[in-house]
């Protein structure tokens, strides 16, 4: 999958707003390219995100494009395209089993070597779990122990959770918990919206919400739902057809105050991409 990003400039922002006072980025979702920095010109996008290949398998990380990371790295930089990785979803550096938490951890040392070749903007990875048996205190220190012997070689972000009643990063309290353990590492938050309204957390305060816990929100996943407020389940819609009232989940994305990517259905792309512009433009 990857990701494009199309530029919103000269927005406000204030409490309770949806515009932003800011440049940011938007984008949407439309699956794998063989080329992704000549989709992203043909589409005047200015940054993507990318899978370092098949996301559910644990393969060392590689760029698809002819010429590897180098060719990505010039392509890039000649496009001005910024790009984003999205870590492969098999890792769970939280995990007290040591043949799932090992892996994870070079698998996401991999993954970070690899962006950083090509100046990625940087790394989401999801939050991880325990299991029923464990204390969920040993899967935070697993991810202070995973962050203190990680390089940053790239930016790295955590991604909340949208479902697990043992995930290190569903509800407020165990963000919380996460950024006690990783908060003074240098590690970023991403904020998908989706997963937010999954886990039962207000939007309508979900900027403030989050940086009063982390200090930062780096990359907002910008989607709707299908399903109702805290069902704990992760099926994405598009803006106009979800259960998020659209200028509720408008103004939690402006309320990040982040560059924003949607992970909707490639045929609504445009669809979704021109209302968040429009809106965020106080044109909508």
């Not at 644990?58 to 990371?69: I, L, N, Q, R």
């Not at 122990?145 to 569903?170: C, H, Q």
Request: hydrophobic share 45%; charged share 20%.
């Amino acid at each position: 999958m990857l990701l494009v990003c199309l530029n919103v400039a000269s927005c406000r922002v204030r409490p309770g707003l949806v515009s932003l006072e800011m440049s940011f980025l938007v984008g949407a979702a439309i699956g794998d390219e063989p080329d992704p920095i000549a989709w992203a010109t043909r589409f005047g996008a200015n940054c993507l995100q990318i899978n370092l290949g098949d996301p559910t398998s644990w393969a060392k990380p590689a760029v698809a494009m002819p010429g590897g990371t180098s060719a990505l790295k010039d392509a890039a930089e000649a496009a001005g395209v910024a790009i984003y990785v999205h870590a492969p979803y098999v890792i769970n550096v939280a995990s007290t089993n040591n043949r799932i938490r090992i892996p994870s951890r070079k698998l996401l040392q991999s993954t970070l070597d690899t962006a950083a070749e090509f100046n990625s903007a940087g790394v989401v990875v999801h939050a991880g779990h325990v299991t029923k048996d464990d204390d969920p205190a040993a899967g935070y220190e697993n991810w202070h122990k995973g962050v203190t012997t990680l390089e940053l070689s790239a930016p790295l972000f955590i991604e909340n959770s949208a479902s697990g009643k043992f995930s290190m990063g569903r509800t407020l309290e165990a963000i919380t918990s996460l950024w006690q353990a990783v908060g003074k590492s240098g590690v970023g938050f991403c904020v998908d919206t989706c997963h937010a309204w999954a886990a039962g957390i207000d939007l309508r305060t979900l900027g403030e919400t989050i940086r009063a816990i982390t200090g930062r929100i780096d990359l907002v996943h910008a989607n709707n739902s299908q399903d109702s407020f805290g069902s704990g389940r992760d099926r994405h819609a598009n803006f106009l057809s979800g259960q998020i009232p659209v200028e509720e989940l408008l103004a939690a994305i402006a309320s990040c105050q982040a560059n924003a990517i949607c992970e909707t259905a490639e045929a609504t792309m445009n669809e979704d991409i021109e209302l968040i512009q429009a809106k965020l433009r106080g044109n909508g």
